[in-house]
């Protein structure tokens, strides 16, 4: 079957291929770790974290599948499959289309396999296929998985959809949608079970007759995309937005659109770097960007908030910036000054968590800038703790007016600090232990940069960005520096930064300053260096 559908006889033979290992799982689990050292696209699962997998953990046959249903462009979707194909010896093609298939957000693009309830749902589904009277033990699996914390109703029934496209309906937003609009059924996926789920099949049967589930779940992406031409809300060919754990917030004309592909034409980062970013967020919903300066971490934490959003809605990003007098009245709430007397106001944190809390089903994001500036104690207080991501949800009393306050688990915090400050001490325990670290380094060797250096044509400032790599190489041998101290490459970023003019202001006002600051007790080294940037732009510094 070439066209419509094409992706069935690869999905139904890949989920029959994972059931036969269901008594060699660790096999299973070893063959997807020797593809994750081999191909960036699985960076995300992030098997070296030793952490985040223990020994006897194993992943589940839903977050294999996961790897290809998520929000990578179809050429990747087929990279992957072809892989697949090929070690585990299959006899399907690799599919010409993927009509009808949800994706999950690449933020949980995985699943919660606690005590191995994933692969028992995944078991019992496939003896569901074989034998319907299974259905006690397809019941006590499916109950067991939705109750993991991180799982839920949209991400099981996607999963289930995918290794049994007859027999389940994926019960995503978009789905759901359709059905309430076209059906009048009103499906309520807070509390649903397992028996709640098949009477939704049930009554769907009944209702569409012989049309199959893929056929529907095209129907609600097409039904959408009509609707919804006139503004694009979703994309098509590889950038549909069929990534649906939360879908992209259907936004007004003015607000662009702003996607995964956009982010990497912009930050200097690789698709991996991006993947791990997003895989960080979803794991910790707490990340600090630390690097030197001008490694672009400000430019990276809004372009990063933007993608996940799915377009450039500044109403969804609150911006802070943390110094030694900021207070927890300044942050989460306290008296401030209001004619003769003081009103009671609300912080920018509270703020951020009531609009997160009022619009459950979009990210929104708190970037704090120098988050190592402020004094975590005094600034948070006894919030410290709800913004784990374990205590998400959790109520507590706030000192001032005593009401229920808790931070909600659509809201992100990026934090950014800067790794060369030399007069603050580093975060303290208490507040890293609550984040993921990512390191940005300097791009000059990524290739966006390299693109924009061969679009320039211009020797000499070629000849000064590899005079910089090489600063930058004695500043990581120097042991009261390191990588933290290193030139970023924004300086040189920008429409006139590669006259020569503008460079050798650059050099003379951004670059030879840092380097007095870092060698204030080595004249030596830094005439030698000022020497060898002036060879170059022929001038005086």
Not at 459 to 464: A, H, L, N, T, V
Request: proline share 3%.
């Amino acid at each position: 079957m070439i066209g419509k559908f094409d992706w069935l006889p690869f999905y139904e033979e890949f989920s029959e291929v994972l059931y036969n290992y269901r008594d060699n799982q660790d096999e299973l689990h070893e063959i997807i770790v020797d593809y994750f050292k081999e191909e960036s696209l699985l960076s995300y699962l992030n098997f070296n974290h030793d952490e985040w997998w223990p020994e006897g953990k194993v992943i589940d046959p839903f977050s294999i599948f996961g790897i290809f249903n998520r929000g990578i462009n179809d050429e990747n979707r087929r990279k992957i499959i072809r892989h697949f194909i090929e070690v585990f010896n299959m006899s399907s093609h690799v599919p010409s289309d993927f009509d009808g298939i949800p994706r999950l957000n690449n933020m949980r693009a995985f699943y919660e396999n606690k005590d191995n309830v994933m692969w028992e749902l995944y078991i019992q589904a496939i003896n569901y296929d074989k034998d319907s009277n299974n259905s006690d033990e397809f019941q006590q699996a499916f109950d067991n998985a939705i109750a993991v914390k991180g799982n839920g109703l949209t991400s099981i029934t996607m999963g289930l959809y995918w290794v049994q496209p007859h027999n389940f309906l994926a019960l995503d937003q978009l789905n759901c949608k359709y059905l309430m609009h076209e059906f009048g059924m009103d499906i309520k996926s807070n509390n649903m079970g397992y028996e709640e789920y098949i009477n939704v099949i049930e009554t769907v049967k009944s209702i569409k007759g012989d049309t199959s589930f893929f056929e529907l779940s095209l129907d609600a992406y097409l039904n959408k995309e009509s609707k919804d031409s006139s503004n694009q809300d979703r994309e098509s060919d590889d950038k549909t937005s069929m990534d649906i754990i939360k879908e992209p917030q259907q936004t007004e004309d003015y607000v662009d659109r702003y996607n995964k592909e956009q982010f990497l034409d912009e930050v200097f980062l690789s698709e991996e770097d991006y993947e791990t970013l997003t895989s960080l967020l979803y794991r910790k919903q707490n990340i600090i960007l630390q690097g030197a300066p001008g490694v672009g971490k400000t430019f990276t934490a809004k372009r990063l908030a933007w993608s996940l959003i799915g377009s450039k809605d500044s109403s969804k990003i609150e911006m802070i910036q943390f110094h030694q007098s900021y207070s927890y009245e300044d942050f989460i709430m306290g008296y401030k000054p209001q004619g003769d007397g003081f009103v009671l106001k609300k912080g920018i944190f509270t703020t951020v968590c009531d609009k997160a809390i009022n619009d459950p089903d979009h990210h929104y994001f708190l970037i704090i800038d120098e988050i190592n500036r402020g004094n975590m104690s005094k600034i948070f207080g006894e919030l410290l703790m709800l913004i784990e991501k374990d205590y998400r949800e959790v109520e507590i009393k706030l000192p001032y007016n005593a009401e229920k306050f808790s931070v909600p688990k659509n809201l992100y915090i990026i934090g950014i600090m800067n790794t060369a400050d030399r007069s603050l001490a580093m975060i303290d325990y208490a507040l890293r232990r609550r984040f993921s670290f990512f390191e940005m380094k300097p791009g000059f060797d990524s290739e966006q940069f390299n693109n924009i250096s061969i679009n320039l044509n211009n020797s000499k400032f070629s000849k000064i960005i590899d005079l910089v790599k090489q600063l930058n190489e004695e500043i990581k041998l120097d042991s009261s520096l390191g990588s933290g101290f290193c030139i970023g490459h924004s300086y040189f970023l920008g429409k006139d930064n590669h006259k020569d003019e503008t460079l050798k202001q650059i050099v003379q006002y951004d670059i030879i300053p840092i380097l007095k600051e870092y060698w204030f007790d080595d004249e030596e080294k830094i005439v030698l260096w000022e020497s060898r940037f002036r060879s170059i732009l022929n001038d005086d510094l």
